[in-house]
T-cell receptor, first 115, second 114 residues
Framework: AQSVTQLDSQVPVFEEAPVELRCNYSSSVSVYLFWYVQYPNQGLQLLLKYLSGSTLVESINGFEAEFNKSQTSFHLRKPSVHISDTAEYFCAVSPQGGGGNKLTFGTGTQLKVEL | NAGVTQTPKFQVLKTGQSMTLQCAQDMNHNSMYWYRQDPGMGLRLIYYSASEGTTDKGEVPNGYNVSRLNKREFSLRLESAAPSQTSVYFC?????????????FGPGTRLTVL
């Protein structure tokens, strides 16, 4: 079984400041890692994913996340946030090798960007 | 492509009433999922269907039933709604395969049980 911990339920930050959203996971098998974003009153959208290869993955809108196997972490970072980044962010894992592609989600981090 | 669609968008039920939430995808995906989202708890998997003709329980299946009607459609039924089932319900779909695990989500159904 897998579990995901997002310790920060809310992160307030000023526009153009850097931000880090933390994600730690626990699993007895190797996993794939994901960050999803949910804008108000919408469904979830995939932001970025780590499947294999380079441990640093990037999204098209400036977010990046680094897979750290020894610390079982997949923190999400952005060097300079914009008002439009205000949303809820979910970290998720899925076991490698099948398992029905089931995702286990963290409890989410609400990012609020202020002027 | 509409992606994943869900109906209805909003629903209010009284305790004990039944209803079916509908989900359809036009991406020819094999796998489909139903989640519920509650404040402070993230998304929890209710049921999933790895492929047409199969369904399996997720983390919180009690009080729900599902039907994989065909490859496109996956419905969720509440036989006797309870206030604890007040939630936002999301349907998702994904392709099978070891590498393509991305799930695509619908816009959600907001359900209130009085």
């Amino acid at each position: 079984a897998q579990s995901v911990t997002q310790l920060d339920s809310q992160v307030p930050v000023f526009e153009e400041a850097p931000v880090e959203l933390r994600c730690n996971y626990s699993s007895s098998v190797s996993v794939y890692l994901f960050w999803y974003v949910q804008y108000p009153n919408q469904g979830l959208q995939l932001l970025l994913k780590y499947l294999s290869g380079s441990t640093l993955v990037e999204s098209i809108n400036g977010f990046e996340a680094e897979f750290n196997k020894s610390q079982t972490s997949f923190h999400l970072r952005k060097p300079s946030v914009h008002i439009s980044d205000t949303a809820e962010y979910f970290c998720a894992v899925s076991p490698q090798g099948g398992g029905g592609n089931k995702l286990t989600f963290g409890t989410g981090t609400q990012l609020k960007v202020e002027l | 492509n509409a992606g994943v669609t869900q109906t209805p968008k909003f629903q209010v039920l009284k305790t004990g009433q039944s209803m079916t939430l509908q989900c359809a995808q036009d991406m020819n995906h094999n796998s489909m999922y139903w989640y519920r989202q509650d404040p402070g708890m993230g998304l929890r998997l209710i049921y999933y269907s790895a492929s047409e003709g199969t369904t399996d329980k997720g983390e919180v299946p009690n009080g729900y039933n599902v039907s994989r009607l065909n490859k496109r459609e996956f419905s969720l039924r509440l036989e006797s709604a309870a206030p604890s089932q007040t939630s936002v319900y999301f349907c998702a779909s994904s392709e099978m395969g070891l590498e393509l695990n991305e799930q695509f989500f619908g816009p959600g159904t907001r359900l209130t049980v009085l």
